[in-house]
C-alpha cells in the first residue's frame, strides 16, 4: 500500500482563498498541521491568515491567529509570534514539546515577570485588544509588552505551572513560582508534593532561589517569611532553618522566641538544636543583629537550667556574646599554628632597612601571618628594628599587636598596658593611640568583657557587644585634648569595637562624640571620625546621619575628611539596596569627584552580594566614562562586592578592563578579581593577575601581587599548580634591588595574606549559611582605602576567618574525637616552605673527559707496560655508570611506589577543614561520638556521646580567662601545651628619641 507524501501546501493555500468559511477553515487546519515544513511557502499569505483572525464573522479565527504565530515564529519575529498565539487562546498549549511552545512560553514567562515586578504594564489594566493597525506600528518598544492582556498570559503561566506539577517536576514549578511572584503557586507546589523526604529539599531550594534569583529586597522578604510558614507547617519543624530564614530577615524578637521555646524543652535534642542555632548565627558574622538576639534571649529566659558544671541559659548567653566563639577561634588559631618566622626573616634581609614604607609592610606582614596565634617572636627578636619606627609607622607598628592578639579580649588591657598613658606604659602619642586601634582590632573579633583591672579575677561577659571597651575608648577620646594622634586611635577603635551599634538619633552618645570630633575640623582626627561613624552606623541607613556628613563634606575644606565621609556615607548604606538609589543619584551627579568616589562604593555597598544588572551596569559605564582617575578606579573596584557571589563572572567581566590603557582601571580590575574570587583559585583569575603582575606601572603590579596572595589563599600545590609560582614569583619581587616600592609592598603584603593566621585562614565574606558577613565586607571595604591611607590596612583583618571544624558537646567541651578525609593529605595540606622542603638528592655528575687526555693516558699505558689494569680503567667505567643509572632510577620507581599516599587519614579536633574539603569529611563509624547534623560546612558541629555512661576525654581551652576543663582532670593532646599558661608579656614598648 502507497503512503501518501505532502510535498506542497499550494492546495490548502488555494482553497483558502475561497469565499466560503468552511473551505477556508479546512485549509487552515491542513496548514497547521504542515507549516512546520512549508512555512516559507505559507509566508506570503500571512496578511490574509491576520484578517481572518481579526474578523469577527470568521468562525475560528483562534486557529487562524495559531497558523498565523507559527509562520511569524519561522519568519523570526517573536513578540508578533507571541501575539497571536496569546489570540489563539485554548488552540495554543503551552505545554507541547516542541521549539514554538517552549521559546513562545519562555517569552511568556518573561514577560508575565516583567508585569509583577513593575517593569511591564500594571496587572489591573485591560490593554487594547490585537488590531492589524498596533501590528503595522514602528514602535520601536516591545510590542508584545505594550499590547499584551495581563489575564490571556496569567493563564499561560498557570498552565505551564500545572504543567511541571503533573509531571512532577516539583523544583520547576518553585522556580517559576519564586519568579514570577506567586507565592500562592509556591506554597500550593510544596504543600502538594507527594514524596516527604523530597518537601525539605525544595525548602532549600526555595531559600537558595531567594538569595540568587530574587533582586528585590521587598520581595526577598516576603519569599523568606512564606519559608518560614512553611516551615513551621512540616510534622516536624526544621528549627535551624526556620532560624536561618528569619537571620536573613533580621528578625530577632521571632527567633529570640524560638531559642526560648527549645530552651525550656526537657528533650536533650531540642537543648542541642538551641545551641546549634546560637553557633550558626553568631557564625554570620552580623554584630548588630546579634547584639538584638542576645537581648531578646536574656528577657524571655530567666529560668536556668543545669547542663553540667554550667546551665544552659548562660551557655546559650555565652555563645551569643561572642565569648565561646572567639575562645575556640583562638585556641584553634594558636594550637594549629603553621607559620613560619623563617619567611619574615628572608623577606626583612631582602628590604631597603631604610624605607618606611618596606618597615610598615613588613610588620603589617607579621600582623597577617600571625592573626590570632599570639606568636610575636618575630617581633621580640627584631625589637630594634622595630624601634626604627616612627610617627604613623610606630602608629601603624603598634596597631600591628592588635593583630597578633586579636580576640584576646580578656588579655587586651595586660598587653598594651606599656603603650598606654593611663597605665604607667608609654607617652608617645603614636604608640598611644596605635594602641586604641589595636584595642579596638581586639575587640572586632572577639566578645566583650568589663575592662576591670587586669590582676583582679573579674573577666564578666557584658549584656552587649563591645560596651566595655566602648567605655574605655569613649574615655580616652573625650581625655586625649587636641592630640589628633591619640584622638585617630582612639575614633577607630570606637568604630571597630561597636561597629553597628549607633542609631544616628540625637541621643546617642557614640554618635554625638564622634561628631564632635569630626567638626573640629582638624583633619587627622577629623578622618578617622568619618570612618568611625561610617562604622558605628554600618547598614542602618540613618536619614539624619547622612544629611548631616553630606551637608559637612561640601562645607569642610580637607580633602582627608571629605574622602572619609564619602566612604563614611557608603558604609551607613550597606545592604539597603533600592532604598539607595535615590542618594546613590545624587552623589553620582556631584561635581566634587570625591564625592562621586564615595558612590561607587555607595553602589558596591547597598547592592553587595546581589549580582544587580542595574548596579552592574552602572559601575561599568562609570568606569570607562569618568573624568577623574579615582572614580573610576573605584568603579571597577565596586563590582567585585556587587559580585561577591558569582565569582566565576568576575574574570569574564573585567577581562577587557584589565587591558584598558588607563592604569587606574587596571588596578581596579586587579582588586575587583581579588576581592570576588578570594580563595577560589580559579585559573581565569590568576591568569589576568599573571599578566597584570608584569604590567609597566608600579601600583598596577602592587594590585595584582596582593589580589594573588588573596585568590590564592589555602590552595595546595595538589589543588593549584600555580601555587609555587606565584609563591616565587612574591620572593623575586622582594629580593628585586630595582623593583620600585609600591610593588615591593604589594608583595610583601601579599606573602603576609597569603599566609595569614598561621595558614589557618580564608578570607570569607559569606557565611556557610549564606549570609553575607557584614564585618568582612566592612573590613575589605575599608582596606581598599590603603590607597590613601596606609593604617586602614589593619582592617582586613576583618575579613579573615579561621578555616576550622570543632567539634563540641552540649557543654562547649572540646571532645577528644576524630575525623575521616576521604582523599589523599596532600590534596589539602598545608603548603610547605622552602626551607622544609626536601631536597632533592643530586645525582653524580659524569665529568667530560678531553681527548688529549684520552690520547695521554694511553702513551702512559704503553710505556708502563699496564694494558690489563688500563683496560678496566676506561670503557667498563661507563659501563658501570650506566648499570649505576639503571639501579637508581630501578630504587627510586620502587620507593615512589612503596610511599604511595594512603586514599585517607584522620584528623584530630579541632581540625583546619577548607570548605572544599567539607564532602570528604566524616565521622568515623567506630567513633564514640555522633553528630547533631551532618557535616554541611566548616564552623562548629554539636555532637553528643553514642554512649552516655562511657568515660570521655577532653581537650582544655581557656575561656573568661581560665581553662574550661582543669588540668587535673582533662586529658590534654600534646598541641595545647600553654592552654594553663598565662599570657607571654608583649614585646618592650618602643620609646625613643626622635631628632
Request: glycine share 6%; net charge negative; charged share 25%.
Amino acid at each position: 500500500m502507497s503512503v501518501l507524501v505532502v510535498n506542497s501546501a499550494s492546495s490548502a493555500l488555494n482553497e483558502l482563498s475561497e469565499s466560503e468559511p468552511v473551505l477556508q477553515v479546512h485549509a487552515l487546519r491542513v496548514l497547521n498541521s504542515v507549516v512546520d515544513s512549508f512555512w516559507p511557502e505559507i509566508s506570503s499569505y500571512v496578511p490574509k491568515i491576520q484578517a481572518l483572525s481579526e474578523s469577527p464573522s470568521f468562525p475560528e479565527p483562534e486557529l487562524a491567529a495559531l497558523v498565523a504565530a507559527k509562520v511569524l515564529f519561522y519568519l523570526g519575529d517573536i513578540d508578533q509570534a507571541l501575539e497571536y498565539a496569546l489570540m489563539a487562546g485554548e488552540k495554543f498549549d503551552v505545554t507541547e514539546e516542541t521549539e514554538f511552545a517552549q521559546t513562545l512560553r519562555a517569552r511568556c514567562i518573561d514577560l508575565y515577570v516583567d508585569i509583577k515586578s513593575g517593569k511591564g504594564p500594571r496587572e489591573g489594566e485591560n490593554l487594547p485588544s490585537f488590531t492589524s493597525s498596533n501590528l503595522q506600528s514602528n514602535q520601536t518598544t516591545t510590542s508584545a509588552v505594550k499590547e499584551a492582556n495581563f489575564p490571556v498570559l496569567e493563564r499561560v503561566v498557570e498552565d505551564v505551572f500545572n504543567d511541571c506539577i503533573a509531571k512532577n517536576e516539583t523544583f520547576e514549578a518553585v522556580g517559576i513560582a519564586i519568579e514570577c511572584r506567586r507565592l500562592d503557586k509556591l506554597k500550593d507546589a510544596i504543600t502538594t508534593e507527594k514524596d516527604p523526604s523530597k518537601v525539605p529539599l525544595l525548602l532549600d531550594y526555595c531559600f537558595r532561589c531567594s538569595q540568587g534569583l530574587v533582586a528585590s529586597k521587598a520581595y526577598r522578604k516576603e519569599v523568606l517569611y512564606a519559608l518560614v510558614e512553611l516551615y513551621e507547617k512540616q510534622p516536624t519543624p526544621d528549627y535551624v532553618s526556620i532560624c536561618k530564614c528569619l537571620g536573613f530577615l533580621e528578625d530577632a524578637k521571632r527567633v529570640g522566641e524560638i531559642l526560648s521555646k527549645l530552651y525550656k524543652d526537657e528533650d536533650e535534642n531540642s537543648q542541642l538544636a538551641c545551641l546549634q542555632i546560637a553557633l550558626d548565627l553568631f557564625d554570620s558574622d552580623s554584630p548588630n543583629f546579634s547584639r538584638k538576639l542576645y537581648e531578646e534571649f536574656s528577657s524571655h529566659c530567666s529560668e536556668e537550667k543545669v547542663v553540667g558544671d554550667k546551665t544552659l541559659y548562660h551557655t546559650i548567653r555565652s555563645i551569643l556574646n561572642g565569648t565561646v566563639p572567639s575562645a575556640l577561634y583562638l585556641e584553634f588559631s594558636y594550637t594549629k599554628n603553621h607559620s613560619e618566622n623563617s619567611i619574615l626573616k628572608k623577606v626583612k634581609q631582602s628590604l631597603d632597612a631604610r624605607s618606611s614604607v618596606n618597615h610598615t609592610g613588613l610588620v603589617l606582614a607579621n600582623g597577617f601571618m600571625n592573626l590570632g596565634t599570639k606568636n610575636d617572636a618575630f617581633l621580640r627578636e627584631n625589637i630594634e628594628w622595630l624601634s626604627r619606627a616612627t610617627n604613623w609607622a610606630k602608629f601603624s607598628a603598634t596597631a600591628c599587636l592588635g593583630l597578633i592578639h586579636t580576640r584576646q579580649a580578656s588579655a587586651a588591657l595586660t598587653l598594651l598596658s606599656p603603650y598606654l598613658s593611663n597605665e604607667g606604659g608609654s607617652t608617645s602619642a603614636y604608640a598611644e593611640g596605635g594602641a586604641l586601634y589595636a584595642l579596638g582590632l581586639i575587640f572586632a573579633s572577639a566578645s566583650s568583657f568589663e575592662l576591670a583591672d587586669p590582676s583582679s579575677e573579674q573577666y564578666i561577659p557584658v549584656t552587649a557587644r563591645g560596651v566595655g571597651c566602648r567605655n574605655y575608648l569613649l574615655s580616652a577620646l573625650r581625655s586625649a585634648g587636641n592630640n589628633e594622634v591619640i584622638q585617630h586611635g582612639a575614633c577607630l577603635g570606637i568604630g571597630l569595637a561597636c561597629m553597628g551599634m549607633a542609631t544616628g538619633d540625637e541621643n546617642d552618645e557614640l554618635y554625638e562624640e564622634l561628631k564632635g570630633v569630626l567638626y573640629s575640623d582638624s583633619a587627622v582626627a577629623g578622618q578617622a571620625a568619618a570612618f568611625g561613624i561610617g562604622l558605628v552606623l554600618v547598614g542602618s541607613g540613618a536619614s539624619r546621619a547622612i544629611e548631616e556628613m553630606l551637608a559637612y563634606a561640601h562645607d569642610t575644606q580637607h580633602e582627608k575628611i571629605t574622602r572619609a565621609l564619602a566612604v563614611c556615607i557608603a558604609l551607613i548604606m550597606y545592604g539597603r539596596e533600592e532604598d539607595a538609589d535615590t542618594l546613590i543619584d545624587q552623589l553620582c551627579e556631584e561635581k566634587d569627584p570625591i564625592l562621586r568616589y564615595g558612590a561607587m562604593f555607595t553602589i558596591g555597598l547597598a547592592y553587595c552580594g546581589t549580582g544587580e544588572n542595574k548596579a552592574t551596569r552602572r559601575l561599568l559605564h562609570v568606569a570607562v566614562s569618568d573624568v577623574n582617575d579615582d572614580v573610576r578606579r573605584a568603579a571597577v573596584i565596586a563590582l567585585g562586592f556587587v559580585l561577591i557571589r558569582q565569582p566565576l563572572q568576575v574574570p569574564k567581566i573585567v577581562k577587557l578592563l584589565s587591558e584598558s590603557y588607563h592604569a587606574h582601571v587596571r588596578y581596579g580590575a586587579a582588586m575587583a578579581i581579588g576581592i570576588a574570587c578570594a580563595c577560589t583559585g580559579l585559573h581565569s583569575a590568576i591568569e589576568i593577575l599573571e599578566h597584570l603582575s608584569t604590567d609597566a606601572v608600579d601600583f598596577v603590579r602592587q594590585a595584582a601581587l596582593i589580589a594573588l596572595g588573596m585568590v590564592l589563599m589555602q590552595q595546595s600545590e595538589a589543588l593549584n599548580s600555580k601555587v609555587a609560582d606565584i609563591r616565587r614569583l612574591f620572593e623575586r619581587t622582594i629580593s628585586d634591588k630595582h623593583e620600585e616600592v609600591l610593588s615591593k609592598f604589594g608583595a610583601v603584603l601579599a606573602t603576609g595574606i597569603i599566609n595569614a593566621g598561621g595558614k589557618n585562614c580564608t578570607i570569607e565574606f559569606i557565611s556557610q549559611s549564606g549570609f553575607l558577613r557584614s564585618r568582612a565586607i566592612v573590613g575589605m571595604t575599608m582596606f581598599c582605602q590603603f590607597w590613601h591611607w596606609y593604617p586602614t590596612c589593619h582592617f582586613l583583618s576583618l575579613s579573615f576567618r579561621p578555616s576550622a571544624l570543632i567539634a563540641l558537646t552540649k557543654e562547649l567541651k572540646l571532645p577528644k574525637m576524630e575525623f575521616v578525609c576521604d582523599t589523599k593529605p596532600s590534596l589539602f595540606d598545608y603548603v610547605k616552605a622552602a626551607s622544609q622542603e626536601q631536597k632533592k638528592e643530586e645525582e653524580p655528575v659524569i665529568s667530560a673527559v678531553l681527548s688529549v687526555s684520552t690520547h695521554q693516558r694511553r702513551r702512559d699505558r704503553t710505556k708502563k707496560n699496564t694494558s690489563t689494569e688500563s683496560k678496566v680503567s676506561t670503557a667498563p667505567m661507563e659501563v658501570d655508570n650506566e648499570e649505576a643509572k639503571k639501579n637508581k632510577e630501578h630504587t627510586k620507581d620502587s620507593s615512589k611506589t612503596e610511599q604511595q599516599e594512603p586514599s585517607s587519614y584522620t584528623l584530630e579536633n579541632p581540625t583546619r577543614v577548607l570548605p572544599q574539603q567539607i564532602p570528604y569529611i566524616r565521622i568515623p563509624a567506630d567513633s564514640p561520638f555522633k553528630g547533631l547534623t551532618s557535616i554541611a560546612h566548616p564552623g562548629f558541629l554539636l555532637v553528643q556521646p553514642k554512649d552516655p555512661s562511657a568515660a570521655v576525654e577532653y581537650i582544655s581551652y581557656q575561656l573568661y580567662g581560665y581553662p574550661v576543663v582543669q588540668e587535673e582532670t582533662a586529658h590534654t593532646s600534646q598541641e595545647e601545651p600553654m592552654s594553663g599558661v598565662e599570657e607571654p608579656q608583649p614585646p618592650a614598648p618602643f620609646e625613643y628619641h626622635e631628632d
